[in-house]
């Protein structure tokens, strides 16, 4: 079974950087792509990013990317999200997801309880 937890989340200013992480106390991450999604206040959930089952690949969303990182540590059962550069309209609960694929249009099957991001100008 697939259990998220995300942690890493706070209040920084324009331009700062937060990580993110999400650990998995299941038995099965390495099988999983992850993923990361955000939801602002009245908006939509938006696809961030993902990273395939070995972390050879990785994919971004356009407003992300080559500020945001995403890495995983499959020994550790964990999944990063490095965000650099950070902009006000970053500020979201962001959460972690796992499926066996994931991509931008998905609903993945397994998801974290969410870790705020706030970011002030």
């Known amino acids: 079974q697939v259990q998220l937890v995300e942690s890493g989340g706070g209040l920084v200013q324009a331009g700062g950087s937060l990580r993110l992480s999400c650990a998995d106390s299941g038995r099965t991450f390495r099988i999983y792509t992850m993923g990361w999604f955000r939801q602002a206040p009245g908006k939509e959930r938006e696809f961030v990013g993902g990273?395939?089952?070995?972390?050879?690949?990785?994919y971004y969303a356009d407003s992300v990317k080559g500020r945001f990182t995403i890495s995983r540590d499959n020994a550790k059962n964990t999944v990063y999200l490095q965000m650099n550069s950070l902009k006000p309209e970053d500020t979201a609960v962001y959460y972690c997801a796992a499926d066996l694929s994931l991509t931008q249009g998905s609903t993945p099957r397994y998801w974290g309880q969410g870790t705020q991001v706030t970011v002030s100008s």
């Open positions: 990273i395939s089952w070995s972390g050879g690949s990785t």
